[in-house]
């Protein structure tokens, strides 16, 4: 496996593997890897003949005061693990590299930015979309694969691909959990015994609400109320938001009439964490 840290290399090696035919698949990741990166790296290798892993911890979509100093970063674990999921390069540039003296070029998508996570980091998404386009340029996959987790930030770039006609098929991948329900995410690094306990009240949310739109249960208000109750906001937890959603345009959801993506964020202590689902109505 090899490491590639400078733009110009991974560009020339992209360009390379285009020339005689061979099929790219990019994971974008900020590194800090776990099993949750490691199923993305398996569904790359279904859509590419190489796989590249990008492991850059993105400055521009932290906002002020967030968690981009003591985000968790450990190369030579990272490295262990791309190698032994198959991926023949490790893209891993320098804040510097990606973001030269000078620079000043940023991608902004619009509506669909704008609530969840976009009203809590207002500049976050902007961020995002700037980070995933330089890579696009970069590496030149012919595919992406990203997290369902983050269900935003997916709608956000597959907005920006259509958008932007950008010729990347972009794919989402469901979210992987522990085996208690917790979705797998680097920031669960930061919670302690308690916190992380706590942390499991998310999934349970979403649980209870998949059971109440199975038993027929359309009321957007009703199923909130009961997400609301099972967070709790107290103690370690406090809400960020709990909304329905499109799970397309991510337009309000007040009555369920077909598939509606329930969206939460809380505070677990200090740390910030997201998860999702997509809710199914019983048949008629
Ligand atoms: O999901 C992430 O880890 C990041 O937001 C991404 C897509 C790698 C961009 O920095």
């Not at 085996?179 to 919670?191: F, I, P, T, V």
């Not at 992380?196 to 609400?209: F, I, K, N």
Request: aromatic letters at 6%; a negative charge.
């Amino acid at each position: 496996m090899r490491i590639i840290e400078r733009v110009s290399e991974m560009q020339q090696q992209a360009e390379a593997w285009r020339h005689v035919g061979r099929r790219i698949a990019l994971v974008p990741t900020m590194g800090y890897l776990h099993q949750g990166h490691l199923t993305l790296m398996r569904e790359a290798r279904n859509h590419g003949d190489e796989i590249v892993v990008s492991i850059f911890v993105n400055p521009t979509q932290f906002g002020p005061g967030e968690d981009f100093e003591r985000y968790p970063r450990d190369m030579d674990r990272d490295r262990h693990l791309a190698e032994g999921a198959g991926v023949g390069v490790v893209f891993a540039p320098s804040v510097a590299e990606m973001y030269p003296d000078g620079y000043q070029t940023f991608v902004e998508v619009m509506e669909v930015t704008r609530p969840l996570c976009g009203q809590s980091r207002p500049t976050h998404f902007r961020g995002v979309t700037t980070v995933v386009a330089k890579l696009f340029n970069i590496v030149k996959p012919h595919a992406a694969v990203f997290g369902e987790k983050d269900f935003q930030q997916l709608a956000v770039i597959h907005r920006m691909a259509r958008d932007l006609n950008m010729d990347v098929q972009v794919i989402g991948h469901p979210i992987v959990r522990e085996e208690d329900g917790l979705a797998m995410s680097s920031r669960n690094a930061y919670l302690t015994g308690d916190q992380r306990a706590a942390a499991l009240r998310l999934s349970r949310a979403l649980d209870e609400a998949e059971s109440m739109a199975l038993g027929g249960e359309t009321r957007g208000a009703v199923i909130l109320e009961v997400v609301r109750e099972q967070l709790g906001s107290n103690g370690e937890v406090r809400i960020d938001y709990a909304e329905l959603r499109d799970p397309e345009t991510l337009k309000s959801v007040d009555e369920m009439k077909g598939p509606t993506l329930l969206a939460l964020a809380a505070f677990v202590g200090r740390t910030r964490l997201i998860d999702n689902r997509v809710l199914r109505c019983r048949a008629r």
